[in-house]
């Protein structure tokens, strides 16, 4: 139990860091979506719904092992030919908590956008992080595992907003 205690704290933790490191860049030039070949395998994220200004996301653990992810997400609007950062107005920021989805399952997040409105009309792409322990979830290079036995990788699913 204290282990589980010590690992979401220091979960939270790097999801603050990485959520306030890229907070006011407006190009989105930190780390961009990582494509393993084995990563569509463990984890996918599907846009499920959208209704006025809420997203609904659906996070499959396509694993045997648990992930977890949080509430913080990101935003981006392609625009000429880029994906471009969304920034949500002064103020609004994210609660940092673990979420938990337990292997094979699914869990799916309304992401309310009243930080970000109005929007263009246009495609956009909803960004987040999930923490993955590689060692267990299979190997992601060149048939080898990661050095680290955790990672975060990114994942995204994009959406029109009309």
């Known amino acids: 139990m204290k282990k589980k205690v ?6 939270l933790a790097l ?5 306030v490191a890229c907070r006011n860049n407006p190009v989105s ?7 393993y070949p084995a990563l569509e395998q463990v984890v996918t994220m599907t846009v499920t719904d959208i209704n006025a200004s809420v997203v609904t996301v659906s996070i499959q653990n396509n694993s045997d092992f648990p992930l977890i992810t949080g509430l913080p997400f990101e935003l981006d609007v392609y625009d000429q030919g880029v994906w471009r950062r969304v920034m949500p107005h002064e ?8 979420l938990p989805i ?18 263009e009309p246009g495609l956009y792409r909803i960004r987040k992080d999930v923490f993955i322990d590689t060692w267990r979830a299979g190997p992601f290079t060149n048939g080898q595992p990661r050095p680290s036995t955790e990672t975060s990788h990114e994942i995204a699913a994009d959406f029109r907003w009309a």
């Not at 999801?15 to 959520?19: A, D, G, K, L, R």
């Open 6 to 11: 010590i690992f979401l704290l220091v979960t």
């Open 15 to 19: 999801v603050s860091f990485i959520f």
């Open 102 to 119: 337990a292997p094979r399952e699914s869990f799916e997040m309304p992401k309310d956008l009243q930080a970000y409105l109005p929007l």
């Open 29 to 35: 030039r930190c780390p961009t979506l990582q494509t």
């Open 91 to 98: 103020g609004w920021g994210f609660l940092a908590i673990g």
